[in-house]
């Protein structure tokens, strides 16, 4: 039996979603956590997802990024559909198309800032472009730090390790969850800046999961979900802005 390749679809989108489900369980223990979800997030955008807890912003992103399957709909990151990829595809998609930075900055302690920086090439089997390693490097300002391990680094020094790391590799999209939440103000507003300019400068396209109002100020457009279902979007977003949106939809649900 031919099984047939994945459907290909040129879109002017990074990643995008169209009508999905996604339900955990069955019977009385079900939980539907996203509802007939269709968004588009277009490339080198700063997109922010945002919602209060349980409303599927993270499940939305991990059905995106093709770390979780969906229940029914169709995923796509730039022309390639995830939906019907086996492990292999997905793996190879996630390799050379996408870019994670998580909340805990997941690096090597044994590595240095320079080797944790470049894992995912020589995993990939990539050699680095050192132009553009140069480039990543001077954007997050790490020059100085290249040889230093994790533990020799702050917080925020660790965090801009892992946005570099997501970069190098120059995916299509990078997906970022709550990836100031567990840094000061000081050094989160570093990473959002860095975050902010690699749009601005390298035409980077970003989706960030945040329940930050302020960090949410820094995207070009925030999709707001509740219960599942996409709710609300703002584009050029304020902090006043997304927490007054925050409140009416609190109010609504």
């Not at 090439?121 to 390693?133: E, M, T």
């Not at 702050?154 to 946005?163: E, I, K, L, Y």
Request: glycine share 10%; hydrophobic share 40%.
């Amino acid at each position: 039996m031919t099984i047939a390749a994945p459907a290909r679809q040129i879109t002017a989108a990074a990643a995008r979603a169209d009508g999905v489900w996604k339900v955990y369980g069955t019977g009385e223990a079900q939980v539907v956590a996203l509802r007939e979800v269709s968004v588009e997030l277009q490339r080198g955008r700063f997109t922010a997802i945002m919602g209060p807890s349980g409303s599927g912003k993270s499940t939305l992103m991990h059905c995106l990024a093709g770390l979780d399957s969906v229940t029914r709909g169709q995923v796509y990151v730039g022309d390639t559909q995830l939906t019907g990829l086996n492990d292999a595809g997905l793996t190879k998609l996630r390799r050379e198309k996408v870019g994670f930075i998580f909340q805990q900055f997941n690096l090597l302690p044994t590595l240095t800032a320079e080797e944790n920086i470049l894992l995912p090439l020589a995993i990939a089997g990539r050699k680095p472009d050192r132009a553009w390693f140069q480039t990543v490097i001077d954007t997050v300002g790490l020059g100085d730090r290249l040889s230093h391990r994790p533990s020799q680094l702050s917080g925020g020094q660790q965090q801009r390790v892992a946005c570099a790391r997501a970069l190098v590799s120059r995916p299509e999209v990078i997906f970022a969850d709550e990836p100031t939440g567990n840094l000061d103000s000081r050094s989160g507003g570093e990473v959002l800046n860095f975050l902010r300019q690699s749009v601005i400068d390298h035409g980077q396209t970003i989706v960030m999961v945040t329940h930050d109002a302020t960090a949410a100020s820094f995207a070009d457009r925030v999709i707001f979900l509740a219960d599942g279902s996409v709710v609300d979007s703002l584009d050029d977003p304020t902090a006043e802005r997304v927490l007054d949106t925050i409140k009416r939809i609190g109010a609504d649900h």
